[in-house]
């Protein structure tokens, strides 16, 4: 990676909204159908409405929920608090209905990883990934380990289910895909929290979970693959009705052989005694 690479002017809303504009207006043309934003920034009215646009346009806008201490917004947020909630300050996951906000999880870091060192609790969150231990593909060809837990490439490992998704069932419109995304997460639609929203995504659930999400996003049907599956259980052990009659002649047998031995060992005793 080249360092000067790294430089230039900050990411600003306008540029951001500029960026968005230009995927609502292509995306047609180009078949663009994700938008990932691995990146925030301050709230913007302009941001607002091309984001907006972009939903309008059939795309779905996959964001960050913001790493801790990072240039932007987080700034502000240099360390967790009780109560946290960042979703008003990190953008455009905080426009919430037409974003999919992702966090990261401390899954694979060491024992005891705190992910709210590195990452901020928000309402904004609807799931979440690991990022520790994750193997990427650079450009270039080249691979190496990410070593952080990092909203960033989280909200781009939910692009990539996103898209596995898309080709899975290429008729699904975006609330159909958000549905089976989130249907399938590890945690529960009824109570999402602010570091996983409706849990960790679940990629080959998504996948091959039989959910029918109507053209509104909405489902009855939450049944597992593996539910369909009962896991074999181990056969029910026979009753023997004779145990207890086998258990008593056991130890009649066991006290009987144990009289008779005594028997013979004092007979010798007993017929000195008798002289």
Known sequence: LDPDSLGGEVLTPAALAAGLRWVAANAQQQGIRIANVSLSVAPDDELAAAVKAVRQAGVLVVAETGNRGAVGPMEAFPAAVPGEDVARAVFPAGYLDDVIGVNATARGAEAGADPQLDVGASSATDVAAPTYGAVVLAVNGSACTLQDINTSWAAAEVSGTLALLMTR???DN???????LFGTASG?????????????V?????LTRPLRPGRDGE??????ARDQSPRARAPEPEVDSLASLRHIALWAAILGGAALLLALMLRPVLARRDD
């Open 169 to 171: 069932y290429p008729d």
């Open 174 to 180: 975006p609330a159909q895909l958000t549905a089976r």
């Open 188 to 200: 529960t639609m009824d109570d999402p929290t602010r570091m996983t929203g409706y849990g960790v």
């Open 202 to 206: 679940q990629p080959l659930e998504a």
């Open 219 to 224: 489902y009855a049907d939450t049944t597992s």
